[in-house]
C-alpha cells in the first residue's frame, strides 16, 4: 500500500472530505488529491501535522507498519480497564470494611480502613487516567468523538460540583462530601472507557 492509500484509508475512517483535511492541515484541496493518487507525497513539514491529526506514527504513515504500536494502544486500554474495576471494586471493599467493623463495635478502626482504602483506589484511578492520557497524548487534533466525550466530562464535573455544594452546605458534612470528587472521577474514568470502546468498534466497522 502506498503513502496515498494509507493517507485516503485514514481520511475515510474519520468520515473527511478532502476539503476539511486541508482546511485542517493549511494546504489547497488540490494538494490532498495529489497526495492520496501519488502524484506527489507529504512536504518534510507536513508529515508531522498528518501524523498528529490521524493519531499515528511517522513509521505508520511513510512503511505501514503499525502491528506494534496498535498491540500497545490495546494493551493500554487492557490495562485501563482492568484499573478501573479494581478501584471500583476497592470502593465498595472500603464501605463493606467499614460496616464489617461497625458490626463488631470497632467503628473507629472501620473509619479507617474505609479512608486508607479509598485513598488507595483514588491514587489509582488518578495515576490510570494520567497514564492513559499520556500514552494518547500524540492526538493533537480533536475528532468529533474526542469533542463530545470532553463535553461529557466538564457536565459531568459540573453536576458533581453542584450537587458537593448543595449537599455540604445542607448537611454541613464536609468531611464526608469530598467523597463526591472521588465518585465524579470513577465516572469520568468510566466514560473514557465507553468512549475507547465507541472507537474501537467504530474503526472496526470502517475496516469491514
Known amino acids: 500500500m502506498t503513502v496515498g492509500e ?37 512536504d518534510f513539514d507536513k508529515i508531522i501535522p498528518l501524523c498528529n491529526y490521524f493519531g499515528i506514527t511517522s513509521d ?21 480497564a482492568r484499573n478501573i474495576a479494581i478501584s471500583v471494586c476497592m470502593y465498595i471493599l472500603a464501605v463493606v470494611a ?9 467503628p473507629e478502626i472501620g473509619v479507617v480502613a ?47 460540583a453542584a450537587i458537593y455544594f448543595i449537599v455540604s452546605f445542607a448537611t454541613f458534612a464536609w468531611h464526608l462530601t469530598w467523597i463526591i470528587f472521588i465518585i465524579v472521577g470513577v465516572v469520568d474514568a468510566i466514560v473514557s472507557l465507553i468512549y475507547s470502546i465507541k472507537e474501537d468498534n467504530k474503526g472496526d466497522v470502517n475496516n469491514e
Open 98 to 106: 467499614m460496616l464489617i467493623f461497625a458490626f463488631f463495635n470497632k
Open 60 to 80: 505508520e504513515l511513510l512503511t505501514g507498519n503499525s502491528n506494534i504500536i496498535e498491540s500497545k494502544k490495546e494493551d493500554n486500554k487492557k490495562t485501563f
Open 6 to 42: 494509507r493517507l485516503f484509508n485514514l481520511r475515510k475512517e474519520k468520515n473527511l472530505s478532502q476539503e476539511e483535511l486541508a482546511n485542517a492541515l493549511d494546504v489547497s484541496r488540490q494538494t490532498i488529491s495529489k497526495w492520496e493518487t501519488d502524484q506527489s507525497t507529504p
Open 114 to 160: 474505609f479512608f486508607v482504602i479509598v485513598a488507595l483506589a483514588t491514587g489509582l484511578v488518578v495515576y490510570n487516567g494520567i497514564t492513559y492520557s499520556n500514552s494518547n497524548e500524540e492526538k493533537k487534533v480533536e475528532t468529533k468523538e474526542e469533542k463530545e466525550e470532553r463535553l461529557v466530562k466538564e457536565i459531568v464535573g459540573a453536576i458533581g
